[in-house]
């Protein structure tokens, strides 16, 4: 049972800015089981963080607009590479970071 | 409907500010204010109400620099807060982003649930279940000449075009009035299904026709203790409209010409509806918005805005350069009624006696964006 869904479901690591830890009850690294379509199809990074949201409601709307685009001042790195959009692949085992940019006082 | 006077009464100020919400709780002389807070530190809060219908319902309307809009909701006077599963954002196909929600505003009495919440840019949205999910007014956000009214998004102020003064007339919970400082007053009927400009009479000198139906610049417009009149003040001035009128009277030409008619905030007494108070700024080249001169002063009129009068006593004399936004002045249903407001500067002033002299009762807080006496 275990295998299977091991197969069905890609493990990805979220780190998470301290802004949005409230969600995550002050966890900083949480991991989220995402379905996957296909074996071969890594799930989209709008996938990671449907999955997110699932586990920690409310998040994703503080993170990507109403519109799928990811808010102005919020980078998110699928491991070192930034990632433009909601379409960019997530492969299982990978670490995606949240951060989140202030500046002034 | 004019409200029943409370001489003895504590009053609670709920201020919201660029760096999260405080509370101001008097004694029942409103003679000491105990401060409280900050909740949502580091969130900016453009608005907080109480329901005035239960009594216990607070809702928040927050942003940070970063994180996207939402609303927080307390049924239990602010002890424990849940955030709205589903806060206003307009529609996929509408293509626009919500930045922030600026204005919320109970329903009608009739309505328990109802609330309705103004955003920048520039949309209307109604909750049916206490702010816990919102959704579109499709009859405004989607009305066919709202684009000619407002404008593009890009086109309205540095902050943000807001939606605010969202009034619900207390006779009849289908009657709604909006004010948009790009595009002007607006009435609907029916409940929010369709809309018309309402704003004869009112200047607009920043445009090319200094007189239009629409495009107007209303910073607030409030009902009088009589829903039959409101009150406007605007980037051109301050204005009156006696119901069932359509068109709207210049009630700024008694305010010293040094000082003006321009402001943000305008409140209304909440049994005469023939008093007034406004919190004039500077209006003049490049719009500085301090107060005129550096001398802060409150303007209130018992004549329906036929006249006004000074009132500092207690502000400071010279070099105070802060001012008012339009949802940081308040009015609590005393008898004499106490008026409050907060400064850009991070203060509150309180008066108990209708104006006439006031006291600061906070300082130091970060920038108030709102202040409400409930």
Same mark, same amino acid.
């Given at each position: ?55 920690? &409601? ?6 990507? =607009? ?6 102005? &001042? ?11 959009? /909601? ?19 | ?30 003679? +000491? ?7 949502? /530190? ?14 216990? +319902? ?7 620099? &970063? ?17 709205? +599963? ?65 404008? =593009? ?88 409209? =006696? ?30 509806? =023939? ?100």
């Amino acid at each position: 049972m275990a295998r299977r869904s091991s197969e069905v479901a890609a493990i990805i690591h979220i780190e998470i800015p301290s802004p949005l830890r409230s969600y995550t009850g002050g966890e900083s690294r949480v991991r989220v089981a995402v379905p996957l379509l296909a074996p071969e199809a890594p799930p989209t990074l709008g996938g990671v963080l449907a999955a997110l949201d699932n586990l920690y &409601h409310g998040m994703r709307f503080r993170i990507v =607009d109403e519109q799928g685009r990811i808010r102005p &001042h919020i980078r998110i790195f699928v491991g070192r590479a930034v990632a433009r959009d /909601l379409r960019t692949l997530v492969p299982s085992g990978e670490t995606v970071m949240i951060v989140a940019a202030l500046s002034g006082g | 409907m004019p409200t029943r006077p409370a001489s003895a009464r504590n009053v609670t100020l709920l201020v919201a500010t660029r760096k999260g919400l405080w509370t101001l709780a008097s004694d029942a002389a409103r003679r +000491t204010f105990k401060l409280a807070g900050p909740h949502f /530190l580091g969130h900016v809060v453009h608005h907080a109400l109480r329901d005035p219908r239960d009594g216990k +319902t607070l809702l928040v309307a927050a942003r940070t620099g &970063h994180l996207g809009p939402t609303i927080f909701r307390s049924t239990d006077r602010g002890k424990t807060w849940k955030e709205a +599963t589903k806060p206003p954002a307009f529609g996929k196909s509408e293509g626009r982003v919500v930045d922030h929600t600026f204005w919320l505003a109970p329903g009608h009495a009739s309505q328990p649930g109802v609330w309705y919440a103004g955003t920048s840019p520039q949309g209307l949205f109604r909750s049916e279940d206490g702010g816990t999910t919102w959704n579109g007014v499709d009859g405004f956000n989607r009305h066919p000449q709202r684009k000619a009214w407002c404008g =593009d998004d890009k086109d309205g102020t540095p902050d943000g075009p807001k939606l605010h003064s969202i009034l619900v007339d207390p006779r009849d919970a289908s009657h709604l009035y909006i004010a948009m400082s790009s595009g002007g007053v607006f009435e609907s009927t029916d409940a929010g299904d369709d809309w018309a400009p309402l704003n004869h009479g009112v200047r607009a000198d920043f445009l090319p026709q200094p007189t239009p139906e629409f495009g107007h610049d209303p910073h607030c417009v409030r009902f009088s203790a009589d829903p039959h009149r409101l009150y406007q003040q605007n980037h051109c001035g301050l204005y009156r409209l =006696d119901r069932p009128a359509t068109t709207w009277t210049d009630i700024g030409g008694g305010m010293p010409k040094a000082v003006g008619a321009i402001g943000l905030p305008l409140v209304a007494h909440p049994r005469d509806p =023939d008093t007034i108070w406004n919190f004039p700024m500077d209006g003049t080249d490049v719009w500085p918005r301090t107060s005129p001169g550096g001398r802060p002063a409150v303007f209130r009129s018992r004549s329906a805005g036929a006249s006004w009068t000074r009132h500092a006593k207690g502000l400071p004399r010279a070099q105070a350069w802060w001012t008012v936004k339009r949802q940081a002045m308040s009015v609590d249903q005393g008898d004499p009624v106490g008026v409050y407001f907060g400064t850009t500067s991070g203060e509150v002033w309180a008066s108990r006696d209708e104006g006439g002299s006031w006291r600061a009762i906070a300082r130091y807080l970060p920038e108030i964006y709102a202040v409400e006496a409930v």
